[in-house]
């Protein structure tokens, strides 16, 4: 197949070579008529020049398009189906569902992790957690060491690419001046740096001594008693409303459905007839949905909606942990949980909206990771990924256009510590089939009693993980364990690297 420069040199020497040829370049094309003895007719040369000039010109245009504004929101423990639009019947959330008529709605969209640290940063590195050096939380102490700062980082090459970047939310990337957001490619950042705050007070009470976590650009600020999902939608909205002529890219990580369950008084009465935990957790969703529908109003209200990506994900599955009262989200059809490699603590709810440029109101079924925004962002933004640079993710462009575009994954490895602990969990898929290493499920009851070293699924025969075929399918057993150890051992080199 000719790309377009070449369709624009056939048909230039269409032309008889006595009346035209092409200078010896690639950009731009030139065209240098020379004296003919017989002139030929103006229109034949123009008919028989101008489709392969359009062909070469309207592609160098589209690139020469304006950047788009990125909003980039990440949600924090909210399960499978967790919103009306992925199936939660019980749930108001008009915001999202919005996002999903007015976009493309994956429906196998996978977590980097089912955990926060390891799933933000295969989200913003577009590789593997363990490849970067966090394959499990960060610290949420300070001093805490996050992520290296000689990685390369999604601000760090949008901004590369001309943007202005900005985090609001959570971190929980690393606690040092080099490890906190300004360190790693953002020009701004309000937020806390550990795993969870309490929303009013701001401060960490999850592991002592409780200790004040909220920052502005690497200094410690106090809003006392005021409410964090007010101060994160307004700091969303001075952004926005910058006189910059530069596209933005926001990250939010907004903390929310995380715990503390804390939703705004009128969802807990909406929901006050849903039985306990999921009263609680519902008010947080929709509080949730609605701080997000506000930062998409705004966005509306500038003009700015045909100009802007926006992405709506969660991190990873729901919590049955007891500070979330054991639990409150649902997988849905889907075994698992936060922390579980199944798919109810990988698979989360994913939309992506760019009204005018991309599909609209449409799903995708194919299988997708959240490792996958990093080149397809690249793309988007024009933004050169260095040569040198290994990526796990892929460009899904195609895939958010076209639902019979094929999967880029045929594979795909999650995996805990495995440098020092030979019994860490991983979870490895090729095409239907999955492996994982030492199951967890705090909330089936194990058959034998206790959970199985290995446990084999084909997902398209048995989307829930139900039944454990490692007894039965032997020569697949073995295909995937091949397959883990190969992962394994292409990815402890950069581990090490990475946490030197």
């Known amino acids: 197949m000719l790309n377009p420069l070449q369709h624009a040199r056939a048909a230039l020497h269409s032309v008889p070579r006595t009346h035209a040829k092409i200078d010896s370049c690639t950009a731009p094309l030139r065209l240098r008529l020379l004296p003919p003895s017989h002139p030929p007719n103006i229109f034949t040369v123009i008919r028989q020049f101008l489709p392969g000039f359009l062909a070469a010109c309207f592609p160098l245009l589209a690139l020469a398009a304006p950047q788009p504004n990125i909003l980039l929101i990440y949600a924090d423990d909210q399960g499978s189906i967790d ?234 599955g729901h919590s049955v942990e007891e500070r979330t009262f054991g639990g409150g989200g649902s997988a849905g059809p889907y075994r698992g949980h936060k922390f579980s490699f199944f798919e109810g603590g990988l698979r989360v709810p994913s939309v992506v909206s760019w009204p005018g440029t991309l599909p609209q109101g449409e799903v995708r079924d194919q299988f997708v990771t959240g490792c996958d925004w990093f080149p397809t962002l690249a793309k988007w933004a024009q933004a050169r990924v260095p040569d040198t640079l290994f990526l796990d993710g892929k460009d899904i462009d195609a895939v958010i256009r076209s639902a019979q575009a094929p999967s880029p994954h045929e594979q795909f490895f999650w995996t805990q510590d495995y440098s020092r602990n030979k019994n860490a969990r991983w979870a490895v898929r090729k095409g239907d089939w999955k492996l994982l290493h030492h199951p967890q499920d705090n909330i089936t009851p194990w058959k034998e009693g206790k959970a199985p070293k290995y446990f084999l699924v084909n997902l398209k025969r048995d989307q829930g993980e139900r039944t454990n075929l490692a007894g039965k399918e032997a020569a697949k057993l073995a295909e995937l364990q091949g397959l883990a150890e190969a992962y394994q051992k292409r990815i402890l080199p950069d581990f090490e690297a990475a946490r030197k």
Not at 88 to 95: C, E, F, H, Q, R
Not at 223 to 250: C, N, S, T, W, Y
């Open 83 to 316: 919103a009306n639009c992925f199936g939660a019947t019980d749930l108001v959330t008009p915001t999202i569902d919005q996002l999903a008529k007015r976009g493309v709605r994956f429906t196998q969209m996978l977590a980097p992790a089912p955990v926060c640290s390891p799933s933000r940063a295969g989200l913003l590195t577009g590789r593997i957690p363990m490849r970067v050096g966090a394959p499990g939380n960060i610290s949420s102490s300070r001093g805490g060491k996050g992520l290296a700062p000689h990685l390369y980082l999604l601000p760090e090459l949008l901004r590369d690419a001309g943007y202005r970047t900005h985090h609001i939310g959570k971190w929980h990337l690393g606690y040092t001046e080099e490890t906190m957001p300004n360190g790693q490619g953002f020009d701004s950042s309000f937020g806390h740096m550990g795993g969870c705050i309490d929303n009013y007070s701001h401060f960490f009470y999850w592991n002592g001594p409780n200790r004040h976590d909220l920052w502005r650009n690497g200094k410690e600020v106090w809003h006392d008693g005021e409410g964090f999902g007010g101060l994160m939608v307004e700091e969303a909205k001075r952004i926005i409303a910058q006189k910059d002529k530069r596209p933005f890219f926001i990250y939010w990580a907004i903390n929310w459905p995380h715990y503390p369950l804390q939703g705004f008084d009128k969802w807990r009465e909406h929901y006050k007839e849903l039985p306990s935990p999921r009263n609680k957790y519902a008010a947080f969703v929709s509080s949730m949905d609605e701080l997000v529908g506000e930062v998409v109003a705004h966005i509306e209200a500038a003009g700015k909606t045909k100009d802007t990506v926006i992405i709506f994900q969660s991190d990873h």
